[in-house]
Structure formats: C-alpha cells, structure tokens
C-alpha cells in the first residue's frame, strides 16, 4: 500500500516534495495534498528564479490510505510499462489539477475527480 511519504516524493528525483497545501476531497471524504519538487538537479525542481518546481497532487482518504490508481496491464496493450506509468501519472495529473482549478474558479470547497474518464483518456492514448 502506498503511504504518503511514498506518494510524497518527487516522481523523477524521489525526493519528499515540499508541502504546498491541501483540497478536500469532493467525492469522499479526504485530502489532496499539493507538493513540489524543490531539487534543483531535479528536471521537475525549480528553475534559475523560481522559488519552487513543478508539483503534484496525491489523494490522500480520511482514513489515512493513498487510493491505488493504478490499472492493470492489459489496458494498455500497446504500450510499454514505462509508458503507461508516464501516460496515465501524467493524465491523472492534468485532470486533477483541471478539476482543482474548475473548482477553485467556481468558488466550490469540494474537487470531483473523475477517475472513469481518466482511464478512457488513457486508452485512447494507448490506441486502444
Ligand atoms: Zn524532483
């Protein structure tokens, strides 16, 4: 199972990201935390000027529990392993924060991810 000192680190570097702030959860009750890679050696860490680099988002339940978002191989057949991690982690990614985003500009407290449509982007890159 994951834990968030896992889910924490930086998905290139593997170092802990710095905490950038929490969402709730819309769908259940939880958090999503915010993090940033702050290495600069990192290809995610900050840039000449920046005081932080790209970040991430991690779900975290009420419970404590990291949901697993991972699909099984045989969705994506025509990809390789290093592939569908970097294609789905980077799908995920965008629709979070797209769902972060729409949230905050609507003035709601609550983020819906919808992990449904997250897999059918996914095998639509797969070519599936
Ligand atoms: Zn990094």
């Known amino acids: 199972m994951t834990t968030l000192e896992e889910a924490r680190r930086c998905p290139h570097c593997k170092q802990p990201g710095a905490p950038q702030g929490t969402r709730p959860l819309g769908n259940r009750d939880g958090h999503i935390h915010i993090f940033a890679c702050m290495n600069t050696r990192c290809r995610w860490g900050p ?30 057949p025509s990809l390789s392993p290093d ?31 919808d992990e449904q449509a997250i897999s059918d982007d996914i095998r639509r890159i797969a070519g599936d």
């Open 47 to 76: 840039q000449p000027g920046d005081d932080r680099g790209e970040t991430w988002l991690v779900q975290q339940l009420a419970d404590g529990t990291i949901p697993e978002r991972h699909k099984g191989e045989k969705d994506f």
């Open 83 to 113: 592939q569908k991690s970097m294609a789905q982690r980077t799908l995920e990614q965008i629709r979070i924060e797209e769902e972060v985003e729409r949230a905050g500009l609507a003035g709601k407290t609550s983020v819906e991810v």
